[in-house]
């Protein structure tokens, strides 16, 4: 009974790993965002373990012909070209850049890609080009300075 338990917490900690957290326009959609980050991230992760005949431990590459490495970087792959043509899709408009790249961070790093690529906006170390960027003020120097 509590093996069967732990199995089933193990398999949703993998299953809901790719999440991501957008920081949109609205709430609204926001929340949308957040869960069509979770919800492909959940059917990658469902991909994941249907190609190891849904099993968490033993990685068997012999019944399928890819390794675990494999199929990490193919669901990892199909989430980050998946998620932000569902948002696309469910948002019925089209994505902002920081939009589709917190999509993508929270499939590159499960559960906190996305905030990591929110901060980096944030903080300039990102910029888009459909965002108002920050003017830089020039202060002049001081002659011997120069």
């Known amino acids: 009974m509590f093996k069967r338990i732990g199995r089933a917490a193990g398999v949703a900690v993998v299953v809901f790993g790719f999440t991501a957290a957008a920081n949109a326009t609205s709430p609204r959609d926001r929340t949308s965002l957040s ?25 068997d590459s012999a019944r399928h012909g890819i390794t675990a490495l494999g199929a990490w970087g193919l669901t990892t792959i199909g989430c980050a070209a ?8 469910v948002l019925n408009r089209p ?27 944030e903080n300039h170390v990102l910029w888009a080009p459909d965002e108002p960027q920050q003017q830089v003020r020039v202060t002049k120097q001081h002659p011997r300075h120069r």
């Open 35 to 59: 869960v069509v980050g979770t919800g492909v991230g959940t059917a990658m992760g469902a991909a994941s373990l249907a190609l190891n005949d849904w099993r968490f431990t033993h990685w």
């Open 82 to 89: 998946l998620s932000p043509m569902v948002a696309t899709a």
């Open 95 to 121: 994505l902002t850049y920081r939009e589709a790249h917190t999509l993508i961070g929270g499939c590159v790093i499960p559960i906190i890609g996305g905030w990591l690529v929110d901060q980096a906006y």
